[in-house]
Structures are given as C-alpha cells and as structure tokens.
C-alpha cells in the first residue's frame, strides 16, 4: 500500500480536484486499491512527509520535506502532464 | 450531471462580464465584495483571499488562455458559490506553484468553499473545463451574464467523471 500525501495552500480546492484526476490516473495504471491518499494543507505536509511514500502538490515543494515531491499544477491546467504522470507512475512502482 | 450544482449557488449576479481592475489584488478585492454584498461570505473573506493569493497564488496558463482560481479557507464562507469575472483587459497573476511565472488572466473563478469533500466532483468538472480546449474562448464569446451562466451549467452537466 503505497500513502500518497496531497497538499494545496487550503487544503481544500486543488488537492480535491487533484485527488480525482490521480485516483483515475492510478486506476487506469493497474494500481486500484493499492494506496491511500491523505489530502492537506501544504503549511503540515513537511512535518506529515516521513510517514509518506511520496507527495503531490500544488505549490512550490516545502522545505524540510522528507519524501519524494511530484508537482501537481499539470493536472489543473492539463498542460504538460506527462513528466508528473511518469514520476508518479514510477514512484507507485518502487519497494 | 446537473446534481453537480445543487450545493454550488452560481447565478448572472455574481458574473462580471465586463471586469476592470489594474491589477490582480483590485480584480480580488471587486470580486470578493461583490460575493460579500450578497451574503456569500463573511467580511474577514475579502482580505483573507487577497492576502492568500500572494503567498499562494492561483493562476493557471491553460491550453486556451490564462485564468485564476482564488480561494480561501471554509471558515470564511457562508455559502457555498462561484463567482466568475471576465477581465476586459487581462491582469497578471503568479502562476499556481511557480510564482515567478507569470499569467495573463483573462477569466477569474472565485470559490466560496465550504465542503470541499463534498465538491470534489464539481472542483473536477471546472478543471475539465480549463483543460479542454475551446471551452474557456466560448466564455469569452458570451453576450450577457445569463449566457455565462447557461454555458457553465451546461459544461457541468455534460461532464463525465
């Protein structure tokens, strides 16, 4: 089971309509029911990291982070997906 | 899927097709009043949403052109609604996540965010919206505030996640 962390600014919009979009992406990929995403605000995601296998955001990467950071705008705007996509698709991957 | 709207107010009185403002924080501050003069949210909304675009900002380089998606925390907000503001003249904003990146923005939707847990179908139908191509010019191409809201309504009940 892979934990995914997901932060916006709030916590509330873009890491909703992020949450959907990498939910579809992952099914899609063969990886249903094989993570759990916790979404928050990007101000507690450096100090949640440690207990997470990666972290999509849709801001700039916090400091202090203790996992792999994957940017999430892309999936916003829809232009240029692929390098996220990959990442994430890679990093589900890993042990 | 029209259920989309149900909890989410949009209507042509809080549409400003014809926006003027010199910049980002006064394009903000028009919106944020006008969602005030109606009830939506609380007074302490209006600078809770411009100071928050300047630390996190929330504009968008989409495919057709550049838009903003400002926001604030739910406790400033009384019900839940989306404001849409087409700039005559665009104005920059810092891009979402890269904010030495800027935008030309000519379409702002302001949320008023209550539930987002329970929004997450329609905060997905917007962003369909922005990724397509084609859907944000027909905003642009609008005659009245009616015709924005009837197109919005129709993109979200078109929509299919």
């Known amino acids: 089971m892979k934990r995914i962390l997901l932060a916006?600014?709030?916590?509330?919009?873009?890491?909703?309509?992020v949450n959907g979009k990498?939910?579809?992406i992952l099914d899609?990929?063969?990886?249903?029911?094989?993570?759990?995403i916790t979404q928050t605000k990007i101000a507690d995601a450096a100090s949640m990291s440690?207990?997470?296998?990666?972290l999509v955001a849709t801001t700039m990467a916090p400091q202090n982070l203790k996992c792999p950071f994957v940017p999430g705008v892309c999936f916003l705007t829809g232009v240029n997906t692929k390098p996220s996509i990959d990442k994430i698709l890679e990093l589900m991957k890993q042990d | 899927m029209s259920e989309l709207l149900n909890s989410m107010r949009?209507?042509?009185s809080m549409v400003i097709r014809h926006l003027n403002a010199v910049n980002d924080q006064d394009a903000l501050d028009k919106m944020a009043n006008l969602l005030l003069s109606?009830?939506?949210?609380?007074?302490?909304?209006?600078?809770?949403?411009?100071?928050?675009?300047?630390?996190?900002?929330?504009?968008?380089?989409?495919?057709?052109?550049?838009?903003?998606?400002?926001?604030?925390?739910?406790?400033?907000?009384n019900v839940q609604a989306i404001c849409v503001g087409i700039l005559d003249e665009p104005v920059q904003f810092s891009h979402m996540g890269t904010p030495e990146v800027k935008v030309d923005v000519k379409?702002?939707?302001?949320?008023?965010?209550?539930?987002?847990?329970?929004?997450?179908?329609?905060?997905?139908?917007?962003?369909?919206?922005?990724?397509?191509?084609?859907k944000?010019?027909?905003?642009?191409?609008?005659?009245?505030?009616?015709?924005?809201?009837?197109?919005?309504?129709?993109y979200f009940e078109d929509v299919n996640i």
């Open chain 1, 8 to 17: 916006c600014g709030s916590g509330i919009a873009t890491s909703t309509a």
């Open chain 1, 22 to 24: 990498i939910s579809k």
């Open chain 1, 28 to 36: 899609e990929n063969g990886f249903a029911g094989q993570y759990k």
């Open chain 1, 50 to 54: 440690e207990n997470f296998d990666f």
């Open chain 2, 10 to 12: 949009i209507d042509d």
């Open chain 2, 38 to 77: 109606k009830g939506i949210v609380k007074e302490s909304y209006v600078s809770a949403v411009k100071e928050r675009e300047i630390v996190y900002s929330t504009g968008l380089a989409c495919e057709d052109m550049g838009v903003a998606i400002p926001h604030t925390d739910a406790k400033y907000v």
């Open chain 2, 107 to 134: 379409i702002i939707f302001m949320l008023a965010i209550k539930e987002p847990h329970k929004q997450m179908e329609f905060l997905q139908a917007l962003m369909d919206i922005f990724v397509q191509k084609g």
């Open chain 2, 136 to 154: 944000l010019n027909l905003l642009l191409e609008t005659k009245d505030e009616k015709e924005v809201v009837s197109i919005l309504k129709e």
